[in-house]
């Protein structure tokens, strides 16, 4: 559907999602072998006395927000070794014996991981290192150890190649019986990985004209979602191309952190001096989206996965930039009847800056320049 033409300049639209699937709990995970991810961790914190510190203090906090076992079972750095070699080597699933909170499925069962539907065991990965080290807003050791940093995007890339062999699959087959994925698939044979499955095309016999047909689709005036997503928001750049954001309440490890965040859109656009650039193409000059306008739409965990360029017009940048794979997340705990606690990933405008994510510029001859940023959230961003 068509959304309404907005302002000279747009700034970016960032999409991220995790997708999940369905399958049948087993009554206990075998443990997996050390994986060699998990042996470059373990170097990396016998040599770096503050990695070491800050990951123990990371993983303490944890426990004083949710030392339930079950659904927190990570309480040291062993603990924490042995999650890293289930989530390299994890199918990924979503169990139908889980509880429905509304937005998505839950079921967590202690160190038995692979029993733990998808996004909660991804969205606990980045509680565990996502609690608050300092009074800083990005006092969290995935933002203050570059190394850190670093290796979890290792991290995504092991269990990506993961994702590219055939046990993965396990449970795609489910997905089928799903209706909250509706009738978006219909491969000519089954998927013979979740990576196949998860960047599938869609269904052309049941969607011949695509899901969602774009009422003035040949008007250059229209400007359409770049997915089947929903909004999170819009907020104003600022004159000298800042975007400035409320970071306002109390950390779970009971700091209180107030305040604003003042995230460069410029270097968004560009990258940072730190950030790889894999490929590109073409130039923009970033101050031309001072005063322009950012929005982030966000993919949730059973929507399509795949994206489209919101307006049409000439491509005159491309920047593949390589940087973090984060997500913030904290324990929502249930507070009534009928409710459950779950790993919450947190959704906000500024959490992509310093993420790894494609920069596409179009140029319009309506809308001015478009800028759009697909990316991915936590490991999807690998």
């Known amino acids: 559907m068509p959304i309404p033409v907005l302002r000279k300049c747009l700034s970016a639209v960032c999409v991220v999602g995790l997708m999940i699937s369905t399958g049948a709990w087993a009554a206990e995970c075998p443990k997996p072998s050390r994986q060699p991810i998990t042996e470059k961790l373990i170097a990396m914190v016998e040599t770096d006395t503050n990695l070491k510190y800050d990951l123990s203090q990371s993983i303490a906090m944890g426990q004083v927000i949710n030392n339930d076992p079950m659904t927190n079972p990570v309480a040291s750095l062993d603990d924490y070794y042995d999650f890293i070699d289930a989530l390299a080597t994890y199918n990924p699933q979503n169990m139908k014996t889980g509880v429905f909170n509304g937005k998505i499925r839950v079921s967590m069962d202690g160190a038995n991981y692979c029993n733990w539907n998808i996004l909660d065991l ?150 940072e001096e730190d950030e790889t650039v894999l490929a590109e193409f073409g130039s923009i000059d970033p101050a031309r989206f001072n005063n322009g306008t950012w929005t982030h739409q966000f993919l949730n965990v059973n929507n399509y996965h795949r994206l489209h360029v919101p307006v049409a017009g000439k491509l005159v940048y491309m920047k593949h930039i390589q940087a973090g794979v984060r997500m913030k997340s904290g324990w929502v705990r249930a507070l009534g009847e009928g409710e459950v606690s779950y790993y919450d990933p947190r959704d906000t405008a500024d959490w992509q800056f310093g993420q790894t994510r494609m920069v596409i510029g179009i140029e319009t001859p309506d809308h001015g320049i478009v800028v759009i940023s697909p990316m991915g959230m936590a490991q999807v961003s690998g």
């Open 122 to 271: 991804l969205a606990y990965s980045y509680f565990l290192v996502d609690r608050q080290l300092t009074t800083d807003p990005r006092g969290q050791i995935q933002f203050e150890n570059d190394a850190f940093s670093e290796w979890m995007r290792s991290v995504a890339e092991a269990w990506g190649e993961y994702l590219e062999t055939p046990p993965s699959a396990q449970y795609v087959p489910d997905f089928e019986h799903d209706p909250n994925f509706g009738d978006w698939y219909c491969p000519s044979e089954p998927y013979p990985t979740f990576q196949l499955f998860f960047t599938r095309e869609l269904c052309r016999e049941t969607f011949p004209n695509g899901s969602r047909p774009v009422q003035g689709y040949d008007d250059p005036l229209t400007v359409v979602s770049i997915g089947d997503s929903n909004s999170a928001g819009w907020w104003p750049i600022s004159a000298d191309g800042k975007l400035v954001t409320t970071y306002d309440g109390v950390a779970q490890s009971g700091r209180a952190i107030k305040g604003k965040l003042y995230s460069d859109v410029h270097e968004f656009i560009t990258g």
